[in-house]
T-cell receptor, first 112, second 116 residues
């Protein structure tokens, strides 16, 4: 158990819908990362927050947004969903930047 | 650009053998960390080992060890006495701070199969 909690574990939704993925980092970790992993693909960095502030942005679509709340949990919002958004979405957390990140179990999103 | 390269997409070994996974990276920084992650069929991302660049001694975690060559920017993972449970995707990762943007950059991964 990495200590990072992601909910839900599985999500099936229709095209055009909006979903919210939630992440609770390990106790004491200030940095939260979001990654997308499609089938047989590597990890695509989406966005990173540190202590509530956005610190880095990767290949995140405009239809996607995220935030980190004062209690340090984070949410990733995916809207106007398309079939191609089906993937495993990981949240990871670390004490600070430049150190190892610990991953949640991921949310498997299926868009039908 | 700060990049991580894993040139071997796939490898297979027999149980109990030793296998080495290669990784190279590019950075202009002097102090940094490097990581190897494992992703078994369950798709959970698991930290295997980390190396601090300022340490000359190679990191070791039980059957897992690294060969860190700072000048060559090489960071290979050696798995000794391979076990069936080592079957997984292995990713090399590096914390990039290029252009004020801070993120953990991953290689494309290498699929390791351990055969009985």
């Amino acid at each position: 158990d990495s200590g990072v909690t992601q909910t839900p574990k599985h999500l099936i939704t229709a095209t055009g819908q909006r979903v919210t993925l939630r992440c609770s980092p390990r106790s004491g970790d200030l940095s939260v990362y979001w990654y997308q992993q499609s089938l047989d693909q590597g990890l695509q960095f989406l966005i990173q927050y540190y202590n509530g502030e956005e610190r880095a942005k990767g290949n995140i679509l405009e239809r996607f947004s995220a935030q980190q709340f004062p209690d340090l949990h984070s949410e990733l919002n995916l809207s106007s969903l398309e079939l191609g958004d089906s993937a495993l979405y990981f949240c990871a957390s670390s004490v600070r930047v430049h150190t190892e990140a610990f991953f949640g179990q991921g949310t498997r999103l299926t868009v039908v | 650009a700060q990049t991580v390269t894993q040139s071997q997409p796939e490898m297979s070994v027999q149980e109990a053998e030793t296998v080495t996974l290669s990784c190279t990276y590019d950075t202009s920084e002097n102090n940094y960390y490097l990581f190897w992650y494992k992703q078994p069929p369950s798709r959970q991302m698991i930290l295997v080992i980390r190396q601090e660049a300022y340490k000359q001694q190679n990191a070791t975690e039980n059957r897992f060890s690294v060969n860190f060559q700072k000048a060559a920017k090489s960071f290979s993972l050696k798995i000794s006495d391979s076990q069936l449970g080592d079957t997984a995707m292995y990713f090399c990762a590096f914390p990039s701070t290029q252009g004020g943007s801070e993120k953990l950059v991953f290689g494309k991964g290498m699929k390791l199969t351990v055969n009985p």
